[in-house]
Nanobody
Framework: QVQLVESGGGLVQAGGSLRLSCAAS????????MAWFRQAPGKEREFAAA????????TYADSVKGRFTISRDNAKNTVYLQMNSLKPEDTAVYYC????????????????????WGQGTQVTVSS
């Protein structure tokens, strides 16, 4: 089991920034690709960003590319999501998730493939 706990959400004005953190415990953090998903009210959970187990490869949804940056610190068992130039449409509950590093990389965009999830943190962007 991997336990994931997100933090850093909150209320911010459009154009502002937030940094989300996801602390992992349990199995070896470095054995997992990590991703951030988000879910707005009335919408399905959608992929935002992912980072490979070693941190050398990242991928982003088109909607956040150029504004969000995912990173990880395997020594601290933590993955981050730096969110800049936030827009009202970024309002959602943000979840971090872990996928075994043995999985095919493109699967990081598929929520149903992930093994472990955090409880989520609310991000609200006001206009």
């Amino acid at each position: 089991q991997v336990q994931l706990v997100e933090s850093g959400g909150g209320l911010v004005q459009a154009g502002g920034s937030l940094r989300l953190s996801c602390a992992a415990s349990g199995r070896t953090f470095g054995n997992y690709h990590m991703a951030w998903f988000r879910q707005a009210p009335g919408k399905e959970r959608e992929f935002a960003a992912a980072i490979s187990w070693g941190g050398s490869v990242t991928t982003y949804a088109d909607s956040v590319k150029g504004r969000f940056t995912i990173s990880r610190d395997n020594a601290k068992n933590t993955v981050y999501l730096q969110m800049n130039s936030l827009k009202p449409e970024d309002t959602a509950v943000y979840y971090c998730a872990a996928l075994s590093k043995g999985s095919i990389w493109f699967q990081v965009q598929l929520a149903h493939k992930f093994d472990f999830w955090g409880q989520g943190t609310q991000v609200t962007v006001s206009s």
